[in-house]
């Protein structure tokens, strides 16, 4: 995986980022969703790193990053703290601004990000997401259903107990779809009970301190003002549960593009050319 990036761990000051990085030009991060790890771009990375420097972590809690210990209102896993931890990491590297795209609860990352250092994102990008905020304000029978696993996930300790009893059976996932070494790597970390109770420490700030950083920004106003990307999977259900997506993306960003991937869920994995290709388009510097 990654001919010619390299590997190694970052301090943060809040976290110990694992983080692969290769390419030159400008500067675009890559943050992963649940229960992946950086390697899941192991197929787009490489497609961009002829024009790009590609960054990509490992967040906080996943994978091998460290896990930092949590609180009762779940803040070290907010996504403002995981955000917090981006400028850091790539200040690290040499980069004081970037391009950022975000998939699944990666996304979230993302566009916190982009409300709370915004001059450190030169655009936005995220994947299969609305905001976290919007999720829980339009909840109801089918999306309870359909995304269970939410409130699952925010129950104290059982959901660890029932994950750690089988947790290939629990989250799927295939060497053929992902690649071996990918897969390799993602059974490590959800084998892991320190990495399983972190991941689940993300969920459980979606429904408390993510949510009220949302319900904050939304009644000051703020909104993000570069550039944003906006993708969802045409094989997954985030459109059938919202099909105004770019409505409500425009109620957030100033400037919005939005568009779909032929894929499932896992798009990075299962239709890599198309996601590098609407990246690179997205990123082009004559798009302004």
């Given at each position: 995986m990654f ?10 000051e809040?976290?110990?980022l ?6 030159s ?6 943050l992963h969703?649940?229960p992946?790890t950086?390697?899941?771009w ?9 024009d790009h ?6 967040l ?5 990053s460290?896990?930092?210990p949590?609180t009762d ?6 996504k ?12 690290h590297?040499?980069h ?9 609860r990666?996304?979230?990352?993302a ?7 915004p001059?450190?994102g030169g ?11 919007e999720h829980?304000?339009r909840?109801?029978?089918r ?8 409130f699952?996930?925010a ?5 660890e ?7 290939a059976?629990?989250?799927g996932?295939s060497?053929e779809?992902m690649?071996a070494e990918?897969w390799e790597?993602?059974?490590r970390?959800i084998?892991d009970?320190a990495?399983v109770?972190?991941?689940?420490e993300?969920?459980?700030a979606?429904?408390s301190v993510?949510?009220?950083h949302?319900?904050a ?6 909104r993000?003002?570069?550039p944003?990307l ?15 997506i770019p ?5 957030w960003?100033?400037d919005?593009?939005?568009?779909t ?5 896992h ?5 890599p050319e198309?996601l590098a290709?609407?990246?690179r388009a997205f990123l ?5």
């Open positions: 001919d010619g990036f390299t590997l190694e761990h970052i301090d943060t809040e976290a110990t694992r983080v692969r990085h290769g390419g030009g400008p500067p675009v991060l890559l969703g649940h992946r950086h390697a899941t192991h197929r787009v990375a490489p497609l961009l790193a002829d420097t590609v960054v990509c972590p490992d906080r809690g996943y994978g091998r460290s896990t930092p949590t209102d779940h803040a070290p896993y907010s403002r703290a995981m955000a917090r931890d981006c400028p850091a990491l790539m200040r590297l040499g004081d601004r970037f391009a950022v795209f975000g998939h699944d990666g996304s979230y990352v566009y916190r990000l982009a409300l709370d250092a001059g450190a655009r936005c990008a995220v994947g299969d997401c609305v905001p976290i905020g829980l304000a909840c109801d029978e999306f309870a259903r359909a995304w269970y696993h939410w699952f996930f129950v104290p300790d059982m959901p107990r029932a994950i750690l009893a089988d947790p059976a629990w989250y996932g060497k779809t690649g990918a790597d993602y059974q970390a084998h009970p990495t109770r972190a991941m689940l993300d969920y459980r979606g429904l993510d949510r009220y949302d319900e920004d939304r009644a000051a106003g703020r993000i003002t570069c944003t906006v993708l969802w999977s045409e094989k997954d259900d985030l459109g059938d549960l919202y099909p105004d409505g409500i993306w425009r109620a960003a100033d919005v593009v939005c568009g991937i032929d894929s499932g869920h798009m990075a994995e299962e239709a198309q290709g609407a990246l082009a510097p004559e798009r302004g």
